[in-house]
């Protein structure tokens, strides 16, 4: 996957409980995003940081939180999990301007 | 809101006819269009891209097209192959680093 990896692959939680989500690149790339994939909703942005410790807001934020405190790793959070957030999350990293993203292979998060 | 939008939910087509999936988008800023192709548990890849100051462009047998006036684009896959199947997102960009995504096609390739 183009030096990015998401853990875990899967998970299932209860709600209410606090989830992180970790993307670790290899291509030391500036910047790094969190999609969510639901059907009829496609891919949407949550979050995404331009450099360590710099993030920003993304369409569907609310509940969700950020860090970056390596170029490396970025990790996402839901801070009390509903069950609106089961969803397929995707990290992806910036590429060359033709090329758009690469992304990770994703994380299959249930909240029960 | 969706700024890129994709209202096939689906497509079907037989081995070595074209495929056409299309997009519109509503926000005039966009000047650069991708398309990802993306197959069950495996994160979306890149397919081909168009800039706005183009209105074609052509990768072997996948062709893009954009219609500016219109805000829509198109990708032809020709001819198509069975490991053409696969969910395909469109998504466009005014800042290259922040893309929006259309919801996809599910393309269904019958041999």
């Known amino acids: 996957d183009a030096g990015i990896t998401q853990s875990p692959r899967h998970k299932v939680t209860e709600t209410g409980t606090p989830v992180t989500l970790r993307c670790h690149q290899t291509e030391n790339h500036r910047y790094m995003y969190w999609y969510r994939q639901d059907p009829g909703h496609g891919l949407r942005l949550i979050h995404y940081s331009y450099g360590v410790k710099d993030t920003d807001k993304g369409e569907v934020s609310d509940g969700y939180s950020v860090s970056r405190s390596k170029t490396e790793d970025f990790l996402l959070t839901l801070e009390s999990a509903t069950s609106s957030q089961t969803s397929v999350y995707f990290c992806?990293?910036?590429?060359?301007?033709?090329?758009?993203?690469?992304f990770g292979s994703g994380t299959r998060l249930t909240v029960v | 809101d969706q700024q890129v939008k994709q209202n096939s939910p689906s497509l079907s087509v037989q081995e070595g006819r074209i495929s056409i999936l299309n997009c519109d988008y509503t926000n005039s800023m966009f000047d650069y269009f991708l398309w990802y192709k993306k197959y069950p548990a495996e994160g979306p890849t890149f397919l081909i891209s168009?800039?706005?100051?183009?209105d074609k462009n052509e990768d072997g047998r996948f062709t893009v097209f954009l219609n500016k006036s219109a805000k829509h684009l198109s990708l032809h896959i020709v001819p198509s192959q069975p490991g053409d199947s696969a969910v395909y997102f469109c998504?466009?960009?005014?800042?290259?680093?922040?893309?929006?995504f259309g919801s996809g096609t599910k393309l269904n390739v019958k041999p």
């Open positions: 992806a990293i910036g590429g060359v301007f033709a090329y758009g993203y690469t």
């Open positions: 168009i800039s706005s100051i183009k």
């Open positions: 998504a466009a960009s005014y800042n290259f680093n922040k893309f929006y």
